[in-house]
C-alpha cells in the first residue's frame, strides 16, 4: 500500500517506508492513498488466537509484509 503526504499528494511511497522516515520531508502527515476493506468475519474467525494475530492481519493489509511475518513481530 501507497501513502502520501497530507500537503502534497505528490509525494508518494510504499507505508514500510513511510514509518521509517516518521513525516514527510514537506512536514505533512503520511496517509493511505485507500484505506482496505477488512472483512471482520475473515479477521476474527478465530478470536482465540488473541490481540497480536489480529494485529498482524489488519496490518498485512497496509505494509507489503506477509500476516506470518508481521505475526512473529508481535
Do not use: W
Amino acid at each position: 500500500m501507497n501513502v502520501i503526504s497530507t500537503r502534497n499528494s505528490a509525494l508518494k511511497m510504499p507505508a514500510l517506508q513511510a514509518v521509517l522516515e516518521g513525516i514527510a520531508e514537506d512536514g505533512g502527515l503520511f496517509v493511505p492513498t485507500a484505506f482496505p476493506r477488512l472483512d471482520a468475519e475473515c479477521l476474527l474467525r478465530d478470536s482465540r488466537t488473541g490481540y497480536p494475530d489480529v494485529a498482524a492481519r489488519i496490518l498485512a493489509h497496509y505494509f507489503d509484509v506477509d500476516h506470518p511475518t508481521l505475526h512473529t513481530l508481535a
